[in-house]
């Protein structure tokens, strides 16, 4: 009894002693930290407190990376994908969020609060952030990248502790993992944008050379007044691009994708242009060339544009002179002053299809023009717009697709008249679109439809004449010259095809046989096109009268695809 009250007097002395030991340390450390607060420079005392933590954190299994919100003068991607990533991590331990809704966003934004905590699990292994919010002098403190930086007082910092030996976890696994998935919860929480250049700023920082707004188009391909096939078959382009990243870098092309819509105004380019955007969920880049002065500010542009967007030039034919390049090379001297500010050609082919179009990803190029005739052949060929889509006047299933979108009907007594009347007028997808608009009532839209057809087929039938008229009237002068020069010009060789166009076939299918397949039809269709486009062409020069007057040039020849080229583009 005696011995059990000794220990217990023995174990209450010890404590009493553990107590006023702590105690005196606490008081101690505490006098220490206030005289180093009040007399020592900031600086000293940032090396003492370093050297403390340093001396205690050689026997700590712990490891903390800091991650700051800036690399230098430029965003820190780790930093804000990690902010991202942990704004939809809260837990029941989470005591303060930070939340925020801009005017014309669609979410909100959900982070973390300074100094807030929290915890997340990956591959069984345990991490804690830590949001660090550091306090500076403002004055001190510039970024131009940071509009706020000359009012702020704090730099803000992420700070990620988690055991020693899961550091190449953390590097090879963990954070590409965080990357992954803020990408993806960016895209699902993405408004999506329209950008025009501002010209003002093209000479300074290359992320101010686009001007953002919010594009919120209503266009999808379930509204587009297309044909049905036509819709299809850009889908599945879309679809095929998209995924086959490694396909690009294994053939050695640049994963980008062209496109040329043409057709005359009002066939639904513009609409076609969005619904793509909608579908992707890809960024619009609006690029007016006619605004540019030289080649080099259409480099910086394409430098400046984000990945998985979408470039859109229309109207090329109006925006770039597509005189002969060998003219323009020998008058070069003399209009050097008017030329250096204006885009060229083969500026703008370089910016499509050279060394610099390769330094971006993912991106779609679009041209739109209401006159294919005018456009240069260099910049129609595949690998440059490698899809031309034909934007024609309204057909009979457009026009059902309209009528279900616009009057909520699949089918009505007048839609056969209609739809008769449709193929014997041309009339836009846009016209017929503005008179269904007119009246809530089916039978009442479709009737003063009916009404518009009739007076838009007389108004087509007198511009025909009208042109027939101008013609016969140019058919006039000597047309032996022509002739002649016809008959010999029809012996010379033709083009049958180039690699750029077997290159494209081969891109189009995963299977060899298909692929194959393809390129035997397309050799058969481009000479029979060669050949009738060339006669075609030296007929028209004869009917204008051309002959005697004025010689005709004949078509340069282009060597045909040698056996060699086209084997190492099936083996790639």
């Given at each position: 009894?005696?011995?059990?009250?000794?220990?217990?007097?023995?174990?209450?002395?010890?404590?009493?002693?553990?107590?006023?030991?702590?105690?005196?340390?606490?008081?101690?450390?505490?006098?220490?930290?206030?005289?180093?607060?009040?007399?020592?420079?900031?600086?000293?005392?940032?090396?003492?407190?370093?050297?403390?933590?340093?001396?205690?954190?050689?026997f700590?299994?712990?490891?903390?990376?800091?991650?700051?919100?800036?690399?230098?003068?430029?965003?820190?991607?780790?930093?804000?994908?990690?902010?991202?990533?942990?704004?939809?991590?809260?837990?029941?331990?989470?005591?303060?969020?930070k939340?925020?809704k801009?005017?014309?966003?669609?979410?909100?934004?959900?982070?973390?609060?300074?100094?807030?905590?929290?915890?997340?699990?990956?591959?069984?292994?345990?991490?804690?952030w830590?949001?660090?919010?550091?306090?500076?002098?403002?004055?001190?403190?510039?970024?131009?990248?940071?509009?706020?930086?000359?009012?702020?007082?704090?730099?803000?910092?992420?700070?990620?502790?988690?055991?020693?030996?899961?550091l190449?976890?953390?590097?090879?696994?963990?954070?590409?993992?965080?990357?992954?998935?803020?990408?993806?919860?960016?895209?699902?929480?993405?408004?999506?944008?329209?950008?025009?250049?501002?010209?003002?700023?093209?000479?300074?920082?290359?992320?101010?050379?686009?001007?953002?707004?919010?594009?919120?188009?209503?266009?999808?391909?379930?509204?587009?007044?297309?044909?049905?096939?036509?819709?299809?078959?850009?889908?599945?382009?879309?679809?095929?691009?998209?995924?086959?990243?490694?396909?690009?870098?294994k053939?050695?092309?640049?994963?980008?994708?062209?496109?040329?819509?043409?057709?005359?105004?009002?066939?639904?380019?513009?609409?076609?242009?969005?619904?793509?955007?909608?579908?992707?969920?890809?960024?619009?880049?609006?690029?007016?060339l006619?605004?540019?002065?030289?080649?080099?500010?259409?480099?910086?542009?394409?430098?400046?544009?984000?990945n998985?967007?979408?470039?859109?030039?229309?109207?090329?034919?109006?925006t770039?002179?597509?005189?002969?390049r060998?003219?323009?090379?020998?008058?070069?001297?003399?209009?050097?002053?008017?030329?250096?500010?204006?885009?060229?050609?083969?500026?703008?082919?370089?910016?499509?299809?050279?060394?610099?179009?390769?330094?971006?990803?993912?991106?779609?190029?679009?041209?739109?023009?209401?006159?294919?005739?005018?456009?240069?052949?260099?910049?129609?060929?595949?690998?440059?717009?490698?899809?031309?889509?034909?934007?024609?006047?309204?057909?009979?299933?457009?026009?059902?697709?309209?009528?279900?979108?616009?009057?909520?009907?699949?089918?009505?007594?007048?839609?056969?008249?209609?739809?008769?009347?449709?193929?014997?007028?041309?009339?836009?997808?846009?016209?017929?679109?503005?008179?269904?608009?007119?009246?809530?009532?089916?039978?009442?839209?479709?009737?003063?439809?009916?009404?518009?057809?009739?007076?838009?087929?007389?108004?087509?039938?007198?511009?025909?004449?009208?042109?027939?008229?101008?013609?016969?009237?140019?058919n006039?002068?000597?047309?032996?010259?022509?002739?002649?020069?016809?008959?010999?010009?029809?012996?010379?060789?033709?083009?049958?095809?180039?690699?750029?166009?077997?290159?494209?076939?081969?891109?189009?299918?995963?299977?060899?046989?298909?692929?194959?397949q393809?390129?035997?039809?397309?050799?058969?269709?481009?000479?029979?096109?060669?050949?009738?486009?060339?006669?075609?062409?030296?007929?028209?020069?004869?009917?204008?009268?051309?002959?005697?007057?004025?010689?005709?040039e004949?078509?340069?020849?282009?060597?045909?695809?040698?056996?060699?080229?086209?084997?190492?583009?099936?083996?790639?």
């Amino acid at each position: 009894m005696a011995s059990s009250s000794s220990s217990a007097e023995t174990n209450l002395a010890t404590a009493k002693t553990v107590l006023s030991t702590a105690a005196s340390v606490a008081a101690t450390a505490m006098l220490v930290r206030s005289i180093v607060q009040d007399f020592m420079p900031h600086e000293f005392q940032d090396l003492i407190f370093s050297g403390i933590r340093n001396f205690f954190n050689r026997f700590s299994t712990q490891m903390t990376m800091v991650i700051d919100e800036f690399d230098g003068l430029v965003n820190n991607q780790i930093y804000e994908a990690a902010e991202l990533y942990l704004g939809g991590k809260v837990s029941n331990s989470t005591q303060r969020l930070k939340v925020s809704k801009p005017e014309k966003e669609k979410s909100f934004t959900i982070a973390m609060e300074r100094d807030e905590t929290s915890s997340d699990v990956f591959d069984g292994v345990k991490f804690i952030w830590v949001l660090v919010c550091r306090q500076v002098e403002s004055k001190n403190f510039y970024n131009p990248r940071d509009l706020n930086s000359t009012l702020r007082s704090e730099v803000r910092s992420f700070e990620l502790t988690f055991h020693k030996k899961h550091l190449d976890l953390v590097l090879k696994s963990y954070l590409p993992h965080i990357l992954r998935e803020s990408k993806l919860a960016q895209q699902d929480k993405k408004t999506l944008k329209i950008f025009t250049v501002d010209y003002e700023n093209l000479y300074g920082n290359l992320a101010d050379a686009w001007i953002p707004t919010n594009l919120d188009h209503p266009s999808t391909f379930e509204t587009l007044a297309l044909d049905s096939e036509i819709k299809n078959f850009i889908l599945e382009d879309l679809e095929r691009f998209v995924r086959r990243k490694d396909y690009y870098r294994k053939v050695g092309k640049a994963w980008k994708r062209g496109y040329l819509l043409y057709g005359p105004p009002g066939t639904g380019k513009s609409s076609l242009i969005a619904a793509m955007a909608n579908y992707l969920n890809f960024d619009v880049y609006d690029l007016e060339l006619t605004e540019l002065r030289v080649n080099s500010e259409l480099r910086k542009l394409l430098i400046a544009m984000a990945n998985r967007s979408i470039l859109v030039v229309e109207d090329i034919d109006c925006t770039v002179d597509f005189e002969d390049r060998n003219k323009a090379a020998e008058s070069s001297s003399d209009s050097s002053s008017s030329n250096e500010k204006q885009v060229t050609l083969s500026g703008l082919l370089n910016f499509i299809d050279g060394l610099w179009s390769s330094c971006g990803d993912e991106r779609i190029i679009i041209f739109t023009t209401n006159h294919k005739e005018r456009l240069d052949p260099a910049l129609l060929r595949p690998g440059r717009m490698d899809v031309h889509v034909h934007m024609s006047y309204c057909t009979p299933c457009g026009f059902r697709l309209l009528a279900a979108n616009y009057l909520g009907i699949k089918d009505h007594e007048l839609f056969a008249e209609i739809e008769q009347q449709i193929k014997s007028t041309e009339v836009t997808p846009a016209e017929v679109a503005e008179e269904l608009i007119k009246s809530d009532d089916p039978e009442a839209a479709l009737k003063g439809l009916i009404e518009f057809l009739k007076v838009k087929e007389k108004e087509n039938e007198e511009a025909k004449a009208k042109k027939e008229n101008d013609a016969a009237e140019a058919n006039k002068g000597d047309k032996k010259g022509a002739e002649a020069k016809l008959g010999a010009e029809q012996g010379k060789s033709l083009t049958v095809v180039k690699e750029a166009e077997v290159a494209e076939k081969l891109i189009k299918s995963d299977h060899l046989e298909v692929a194959l397949q393809g390129i035997v039809d397309l050799l058969k269709v481009r000479k029979k096109e060669n050949v009738e486009a060339k006669t075609k062409k030296e007929k028209e020069r004869v009917e204008v009268g051309l002959g005697g007057e004025k010689e005709i040039e004949a078509e340069p020849e282009t060597k045909e695809l040698e056996s060699i080229a086209v084997y190492q583009l099936v083996e790639s």
